[in-house]
């Protein structure tokens, strides 16, 4: 039964720069899944520019956000669970964090603007950890760049070899469809947001049925590029793939609806099942009896008068019951979920029994922080939430000092959300707030007011970046903080961090004591 369930599972995640259609192809995944019945269904969960400082947008972009975090679908007997990564670059820790719930990921590429920066940072979390990727080459109805140079243009910003599985025929104006170089068949297209076409089998490419479709020219292009791919780029190979070490990658254009079902079809043909997970003490395959699982997620309640939480749990191994005591491993101490959700297409209904690859939302008052691990007793704890050191630094400024409190309490409970990260500064307990980007400073000045009714300002802090430190000597390493103490601040979890204040001065610092480790992640 456990071996049934897991081996129909697939976990995973769309990436992309924004606007590159990540959404839209949710979408259309969701069609296919029968998940969602019309176009138009799946709300953006995105922050659009213009709404930059609109505090209501946050907020209905929170709630949106909780409705599409995980959206379950069946497909050919696949049960296929997809998180949603926020688009917006300032909350960029929320889509590292997910990752590491997924077992791989799906890239989308505008063909027009290429890989962007969003896309080359997220593929770096993807490398760390060797996820499997497959690359989705989007908005073929416009007049993209060349496709070699855009495969050339992903193995080069990011660092991943590629071998097509498609081949588009033409693009923008004459795009004429795709031929598909794994299951040897041609997709003509038709611009159309609605209907889902099917492909033609053309076994032989030579044969002349494909000049009639698709006109002369076009198949003897065809022909010659297919030759050229078979003939430069190795033979697909489903292991590469798995070890993260080539991406697979498909054209087409997501809101015609164009080359989605390929992709589909090969995804859950070849995306890893759920994998084994490494803890601190051992690897845990997902086939092991006993329920284990990790946190990877927090989202408070949109009503600020109940102050629950819903924890996204990432099921790794056994069977997750509803109502049975589990151990949280941090507190040592058991808890009982009774309340536990499962997460259909945009639907939350409460959930009996969860499986590996399965993702279960749990309401929580405050005992749960992101990286936690729950199993039935055993002490091992889940690796590899990493913390990235953040781009922006500010003191936290208490404007109402009645309020102390509330602020404290208030400000633990977003850094455990992940909202940002918190830095105490040895001397003087001064609090620093980091954050990738600077709407985050907007949406915590806001939740604090609104949640916590606690006031607060931000004053900008001359640092360049916060750098976990270790070292093999341990009396060097308390030399080191003694010596720099008015640099060295304690994070979360109470890890020490030296705060650089500029590039240059790191390096000299480096260079003068080389017995001490600088680490830009907390995972190390
Ligand atoms: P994101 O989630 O990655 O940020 O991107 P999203 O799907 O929202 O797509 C961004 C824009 O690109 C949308 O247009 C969407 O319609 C368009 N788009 C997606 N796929 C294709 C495609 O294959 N071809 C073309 N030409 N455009 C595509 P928008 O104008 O920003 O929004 P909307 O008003 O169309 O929703």
Redesign the pocket.
């Known amino acids: 039964m456990l071996e049934q369930e897991i081996a129909k599972r697939r976990t995973f995640g769309i990436i992309?720069?924004?606007?590159?259609?990540?959404?839209?192809?949710t979408e259309k995944l969701l069609l296919f899944g029968g998940a969602i019945q019309k176009a138009g269904a799946v709300k953006?969960n995105?922050i659009k520019d213009h709404a930059k400082s609109d505090f209501m947008e946050i907020e209905k972009q929170r709630g949106i956000s909780v409705a599409t975090s995980v959206m379950g679908f069946n497909y050919k007997d696949v049960k296929i669970n997809l998180l949603d990564t926020p688009?917006h670059q300032d909350f960029a820790e929320d889509t590292y964090r997910t990752l590491t719930a997924v077992d791989s990921v799906v890239m989308?590429i505008d063909c027009v603007k290429g890989v962007e920066i969003q896309t080359e940072k997220l593929m770096e979390v993807c490398r760390m950890r060797s996820t499997p990727v497959i690359c989705f080459i989007?908005?073929?109805?416009?007049e993209g760049q060349d496709p070699y140079d855009l495969l050339d243009e992903v193995e080069e910003k990011l660092g991943i070899k590629v071998r097509p599985l498609s081949w588009p025929i033409s693009m923008g104006k004459t795009f004429r469809g795709v031929y598909n170089l794994y299951n040897k068949s041609l997709v003509l297209f038709e611009a159309s947001k609605r209907e889902l076409t099917d492909g033609l089998d053309i076994e032989d490419i030579n044969d002349p049925e494909l000049d009639r479709l698709v006109g002369e020219s076009n198949a003897t292009q065809l022909r010659e590029d297919v030759e050229l791919i078979e003939g430069v780029y190795p033979k697909f190979s489903i292991e590469d793939y798995l070890e993260g070490k080539v991406a697979p990658v498909f054209f087409?254009?997501?809101?015609?609806n164009?080359g989605v079902r390929e992709l589909l079809d090969c995804f859950v043909d070849i995306a890893p099942t759920p994998i084994p997970r490494e803890t601190e003490e051992r690897i845990i395959v997902p086939k092991e009896k006993k329920f284990t699982g990790f946190v990877f997620k927090i989202h408070a309640n949109m009503d600020p008068k109940h102050r629950n939480r819903i924890a996204f749990v990432r099921v790794c191994s056994g069977k997750f019951e509803r109502g049975k005591n589990y151990h949280h491993v941090r507190e040592d101490k058991k808890i009982r979920f009774s309340n536990a959700t499962a997460f259909m297409a945009q639907d939350r209904e409460t959930v009996e029994e969860a499986w590996p690859g399965d993702i279960v939302g749990i309401f929580d008052t405050g005992n749960l922080k992101i990286g936690d691990t729950l199993t039935e007793g055993e002490k091992s704890i889940y690796k590899g939430i990493p913390s990235f050191s953040p781009e922006i630094f500010k003191e936290v400024i208490n404007k109402d000092a009645m309020k102390t409190k509330q602020l404290e309490k208030g400000l633990k409970q977003l850094m455990e959300e992940g909202v940002a990260q918190l830095f105490t500064f040895e001397l003087g307990s001064r609090k620093v707030v980091g954050v990738v980007g600077a709407l985050q400073f907007e949406v915590i000045q806001h939740r604090l007011k609104n949640e916590y009714g606690a006031s607060c300002s931000f004053s900008p802090m001359n640092l360049y970046k916060a750098c976990w430190i270790t070292s093999k000597d341990k009396k060097k390493l308390n030399e080191f903080i003694a010596s720099k103490q008015r640099h060295i601040a304690k994070d979360k979890d109470g890890k020490m961090v030296f705060m650089a204040e500029s590039k240059s001065w790191l390096g000299m610092v480096q260079d003068n004591f080389p017995d001490i480790e600088f680490h830009f992640t907390s995972e190390f």
């Open positions: 992309s720069h924004p606007d590159a259609g990540k959404t839209t192809l953006s995105k688009g989308v989007n908005k073929l109805d416009r087409g254009s997501a809101v015609n164009f």
